[in-house]
Nanobody, 120 residues
């Protein structure tokens, strides 16, 4: 259901772009975005974008990450700039119904995840 790409290893200060395509799920009335989970930590909502363009960012990524979506391609993107070692985690694409708070229990479907490692 999900086609995720874009993770990898990058040095601090570098950039990565995650993409998430959901060819079999209509994004109408759905919010799409990413969660991340670092070893030993809980999964946290990173960013989301609703069908009407409302955007959420967790405080720790504001000013560094930018989310966007292409409804025609059923695809969302997360541009991650000025990456820090504390951004290291597995990043999971997810879908929730519009209007839901971007937290774990709201998610209806999960991607398989992609690893992001920020290290020198």
């Amino acid at each position: 259901q999900f086609v995720e790409s874009g993770g990898g290893l990058v040095q601090p200060g570098g950039s990565l772009r995650l993409s998430c395509r959901v060819p079999e799920i209509t994004l109408d009335y759905n919010t799409i975005g990413w969660f991340r989970q670092a070893p030993g930590k809980e999964r946290e909502g990173v960013s989301s974008i609703s069908s009407d363009g409302s955007i959420y960012y967790v405080d720790s990524v504001k000013g560094r990450f930018t989310i966007s979506r292409d409804n025609a391609m059923n695809t969302a993107y997360l541009q991650m700039n000025k990456l820090k070692p504390e951004d290291t985690a597995d990043y999971y694409c997810a879908i929730a119904t519009d209007g839901e708070t971007w937290v774990y229990p709201s998610v209806r479907a999960w991607g398989q995840g992609t690893q992001v490692t920020v290290s020198s």
